[in-house]
């Protein structure tokens, strides 16, 4: 967590509007520790979202490019929503992770 996101409120976030682009590589101790660490109760800490509204205003798009681990625990427990922090971002800065494969944000 950087500076600028622990003063970012945490929300619960829907995992179904979240895209991942980018393939994870994934530590398979980490994501069971994490799943018994989930399901025993303890709360993690949460995943940055980098969002972007589209052109049209009802357009909403939502990213992460960090947080791995937690977001496959939470996955792999079927949970419907994983705790987020929302960044608001612009499509340049989404361009940075993505290149020349950055969606036209409609």
């Known amino acids: 967590m950087s500076v600028y996101t622990q003063l970012i409120s945490v929300t619960e976030?829907?995992?179904s509007v979240i895209h991942r682009p980018l393939p994870?590589?994934?530590?398979e101790e980490k994501v069971l520790s994490l799943m018994e660490t989930i399901k025993s109760g303890v709360e993690i800490p949460p995943i940055?979202?980098?969002?972007?509204?589209?052109?049209?205003e009802?357009?909403?798009?939502?990213?992460?490019?960090?947080?791995c681990h937690r977001y496959e625990a939470t996955k792999r427990l079927n949970m419907k929503t994983i705790r987020a922090r929302i960044i608001k971002s612009t499509p340049s800065d989404?361009?940075?992770y993505l290149g020349a494969s950055c969606p036209d944000f409609k």
């Not at 994870?24 to 530590?27: G, H, I, K, R, V």
């Not at 940055?48 to 049209?56: A, E, I, Q, S, T």
């Not at 009802?58 to 947080?67: K, L, T």
């Open 13 to 15: 976030m829907p995992m």
């Open 48 to 56: 940055d979202v980098n969002w972007v509204k589209g052109r049209d």
């Open 24 to 27: 994870s590589e994934l530590d």
């Open 58 to 67: 009802n357009n909403n798009y939502y990213f992460s490019f960090g947080g």
């Open 94 to 96: 989404i361009k940075v």
